[in-house]
């Protein structure tokens, strides 16, 4: 082969490589390298233009050339781009010289004009062979790399780089070791090749003939995608077999990355080519079902919802809607997202009780006996339902005897939303259960504590992914009736957060004027609510919104008393206990002595939880005891309650002696959403000036009342007994007692104020006292709430005298009978009342003759 003809072929695949693939040109050049290397040392112009002749030697210093984004090794072509002025100037200058410049890569491709400090260590020696000035300015070169260097002393900055260079030579090694290394890397990359379309065969073929591991490791790194850092590393390495390992195990993992992407994308075609071929067969079974007369799934399915339709009796609004949907997905192919979707929508619209309804048990007579045997005492509740059945009752005995109402406004409501207060373990939630066995209606209840989210009320708008109707409508789905009794539980637990207020969602559920016509957001039709007998539970009132609160009627339940406690214990505690432990009745029984012990000595509470929880202790150890022996009988009286349930927790009786033995105690009344307690107000003085401390966990209510029972007691000390200046030389600490507990409220007041008084001048409380109220600074005592439970608290305390606000006293009658017949009530309006009632009388010292 002429070097003429050599000469005009370069030419011609130069040109070439600008205009089609630059890279085609990069892999072909070692292998023409390798063949034109004799005429090269014969052809002073080929060897000019191919830089592999001896003629030409690297000096010690030269123009170095930054490099963004892209690293040239020796033996390989490279095409590059050329726009900052400086590197234009240092192409013009080595143009005029030896054509040899340093081509080194940056660290940070995005600096643009990057200094010595931003460049690696190691670079290549390259030679320029061809240039192309663009219209723009730029100019595009063809290098050849030559072999590598080590960047030494920057000599010059300006107009561009040029720096000392060190020339690293290669550590080529021999053996079927690095032979394998150079096999296995051209076919991995091989493989990577053929899984890349834009790959011309001709590229494989050259990359496949290459005998040289070390111009196989350039070139396939010159041709393979990988991060900047790997391929700097790859030049960087002396040893040729190390170069060959870093590079097959970047192709092994190029390889895997391909691979699994082809799996992908084969995966997402079947989908596709699956979801096709199901629809065209649809289609054809719809033609052949058509010819044969035969009605399709899809319209067989269609048709049974509008049966369905039209057996639910859907208000006017519901059943265009339905049918609407219905039209829509009869269009749609059964494979169609959307028809999924109608289709849910469907099935729950014809599921819900548009028309059905449970016929209400009226006879008085029934349901009383029924709420007697499931609850014992709770009058109020059972006088409230018996109203209502009342009030149905003469509703359906006079219907038709009642001219329609005109008022287009307020229009009549059959239902009714009761709210039930109390502490916990009363009953609340049973009680509900308990109605509507009473009424014959069916039974849903929910749970609302923790409930953040509005949507868990009103629903999931269907623009969303798995929407669903909100817990009200799916509740009435299973009830599969229109008007049960529905308890909304523990209402006073909501939580209001960026979600929304699930309690303004209850505005439109428990409002008679409008859940005639609650929407629900899944429904988007209006369903009638009016017929459902709402009850929700709350341990609180302080917690419920007080719009939500207006809509509810409120039915306080207070705690037991210890006869009413025994009672429960005896007609529903023990049977279940007993039954629940696989005992017989003739192997344990409970006297009455032994209840009262467990409830005054191992229960403090309104409720009955903690008292069925302590019988069940009672009756497993009863159990493993006939479990071992074989026969066993007990009869549980208060002298063998401690076998089973060890020493007493509580003694009242003991404590309440040992405090109030001093001066400077009192006994106050508390209410609590637990129920009500007795607290224990503490004061002592030291000397001091003016010093007032309040401690025990206490809100700022009832700090402004200690402060207020300091000023009353202040302003008429001498009336009192007391020195005027006592404040001048004293410091008073008042504390009470259960620190670890937050205590707020203003009906403290009359107990500290007693409790001061105490102290200062030295008369001890009264045994058996409590007191509440609330005072101000002329001395009035001014009326509270929670006078049942808190009178309740005093009374399984042991107290037996209670002071109270004269305003209070028509409270009384809220007190059971039992609890009045053995306690004492003083009524008072001033605090001098309180205090001629609750202290000893002034002892008077006769003067000695």
């Known amino acids: 082969m002429s070097a003429s003809r050599w000469h005009r072929d370069l030419e011609e695949l130069f040109e070439w490589a600008w205009k089609s693939d630059a890279r085609f040109l990069e892999l072909l050049m070692p292998s023409l390298f390798a063949e034109l290397k004799d005429l090269a040392e014969k052809d002073t112009v080929l060897d000019e233009i191919l830089g592999l002749g001896s003629k030409s030697s690297t000096p010690d210093v030269l123009p170095i050339l930054p490099l963004r984004g892209v690293v040239v090794y020796p033996q390989t072509a490279v095409p590059l781009t050329v726009g900052q002025p400086r590197s234009v100037k240092l192409v013009d200058d080595i143009l005029a010289g030896n054509k040899l410049v340093g081509l080194v890569t940056s660290r940070k491709p995005e600096v643009d004009e990057p200094n010595a400090e931003d460049l690696y260590e190691v670079g290549t020696v390259a030679t320029v062979h061809r240039l192309l000035r663009a219209p723009d300015g730029t100019i595009r070169l063809l290098v050849q790399g030559m072999e590598r260097f080590r960047l030494g002393e920057v000599v010059e900055t300006e107009p561009y780089l040029k720096a000392k260079i060190e020339l690293i030579p290669e550590n080529v090694e021999e053996g079927l070791q690095i032979d394998a290394l150079a096999r296995n890397a051209r076919e991995q990359f091989s493989q990577i090749a053929e899984m890349i379309p834009s790959f011309p065969e001709e590229l494989i073929g050259s990359i496949t003939s290459l005998l040289d591991p070390l111009e196989t490791t350039y070139t396939i790194a010159n041709f393979q995608r990988m991060d900047l850092g790997d391929a700097q590393e790859i030049l960087e390495i002396d040893s040729t077999e190390e170069k060959l390992r870093k590079l097959v195990a970047l192709l092994v993992r190029e390889n895997h990355v391909l691979q699994l992407g082809q799996k992908i994308q084969s995966e997402a075609r079947g989908e596709i080519e699956k979801v096709q071929r199901d629809y065209f067969l649809r289609e054809q079974l719809k033609a052949i079902q058509k010819e044969l007369g035969e009605r399709d799934e899809q319209t067989v399915e269609a048709e049974e919802f509008r049966e369905k339709i039209e057996e639910a009796k859907m208000p006017e609004e519901a059943e265009k809607q339905a049918l609407h949907e219905l039209d829509r997905m009869s269009r749609l192919p059964t494979a169609a997202s959307e028809y999924g979707v109608i289709r849910t929508y469907l099935d729950w619209l014809v599921s819900l009780p548009w028309s059905k309804t449970t016929a209400d048990n009226l006879e008085l007579a029934h349901a009383r006996k029924v709420l007697n045997k499931d609850h014992y005492g709770l009058e109020?509740?059972?006088?409230?339902?018996?109203?209502?059945?009342?009030?149905?009752?003469?509703?359906?005995?006079?219907?038709?005897?009642?001219?329609?109402?005109?008022?287009?406004i307020r229009q009549d409501r059959e239902g009714v939303i009761l709210c039930f207060v109390g502490p916990p373990g009363v009953g609340k939630t049973s009680l509900g259960r308990s109605i509507a066995r009473s009424m014959g209606r069916e039974f849903i209840r929910i749970s609302l504590g923790g409930i953040r989210d509005e949507a868990e009320i009103r629903g999931h708008r269907r623009t969303y992914i798995g929407a669903l109707p909100g817990r009200i409508l799916q509740a009435l789905r299973r009830a599969e009736t229109k008007n049960p009794v529905f308890v909304l539980d523990e209402i006073d637990k909501l939580v209001a957060n960026f979600q929304g207020n699930p309690a303004s969602a209850l505005l439109e559920v428990l409002d008679p004027e409008q859940n005639s016509e609650f929407r629900d957001h899944y429904l988007?039709?209006?369903?009638?609510?009016?017929?459902?007998?709402?009850?929700?539970?709350?341990?609180?009132?302080?917690?419920?919104?007080?719009?939500?609160?207006?809509?509810?009627?409120?039915?306080?339940?207070?705690?037991?008393?210890?006869?009413?406690?025994?009672?429960?214990?005896?007609?529903?505690?023990?049977?279940?206990?007993?039954?629940?432990?696989?005992?017989?009745?003739?192997?344990?029984?409970?006297?009455?002595?032994?209840?009262k012990k467990i409830i005054n000595g191992y229960t403090r509470e309104a409720g009955v939880r903690s008292l069925e929880r302590k019988v069940g202790?009672?009756?497993?150890?009863?159990?493993?005891?006939?479990?071992?022996?074989?026969?066993?009988?007990?009869?549980?009286?208060?002298?063998?309650?401690?076998?089973?349930?060890?020493?007493?927790?509580?003694?009242?009786?003991?404590?309440?002696?040992?405090?109030?033995?001093?001066?400077?105690?009192?006994?106050?009344?508390?209410?609590?959403a637990y129920g009500g307690n007795v607290l224990f107000i503490e004061a002592t003085k030291m000397t001091g000036s003016k010093g007032f401390q309040i401690t025990g966990s206490l809100g700022s209510v009832m700090q402004e009342s200690a402060r207020a029972a300091l000023s009353y007691i202040r302003s008429r000390a001498e009336t009192l007994g007391i020195d005027s200046e006592f404040y001048e030389k004293t410091d008073i600490h008042l504390h009470v007692p259960a620190g670890a507990q937050r205590k707020d409220g203003p009906s403290a007041g009359v107990t500290m104020a007693t409790a001061l008084v105490s102290l200062l001048t030295g008369r001890r409380v009264l045994k058996g006292v409590g007191m509440t109220g609330e005072i101000t600074l002329r001395g009035h005592v001014l009326p509270i709430g929670g006078l049942k439970e808190k009178v309740l608290a005093a009374h399984r305390f042991g107290l037996r005298t209670i002071i109270l606000p004269q305003d209070n006293e028509i409270d009384l009658d809220d007190i059971p009978d039992e609890v009045k017949k053995v306690m004492t009530f003083i009524p008072v309006e001033t605090v001098s009342q309180v205090l001629e009632a609750a202290l000893e009388k002034k002892t008077v010292r006769k003067k000695k003759k």
């Open 617 to 672: 202790t009672i009756c497993r150890k009863i159990g493993a005891l006939i479990a071992e022996e074989k026969e066993y009988s007990a009869k549980i009286t208060a002298q063998s309650v401690e076998e089973f349930l060890d020493h007493p927790i509580y003694r009242d009786a003991e404590d309440l002696k040992k405090r109030i033995s001093i001066p400077g105690v009192a006994a106050g009344l508390a209410w609590t």
């Open 380 to 408: 109020d509740v059972k006088d409230r339902i018996l109203e209502f059945l009342a009030v149905r009752s003469l509703g359906l005995s006079r219907k038709g005897t009642f001219k329609k109402s005109k008022d287009s």
């Open 524 to 595: 988007e039709v209006a369903f009638d609510l009016s017929e459902v007998m709402f009850i929700t539970t709350a341990n609180s009132l302080g917690n419920i919104p007080r719009p939500l609160l207006d809509r509810m009627e409120v039915i306080p339940l207070s705690g037991y008393t210890e006869r009413e406690k025994v009672e429960i214990a005896k007609g529903y505690l023990v049977p279940r206990q007993i039954r629940e432990n696989n005992l017989y009745k003739k192997e344990v029984s409970f006297h009455i002595s032994g209840l």
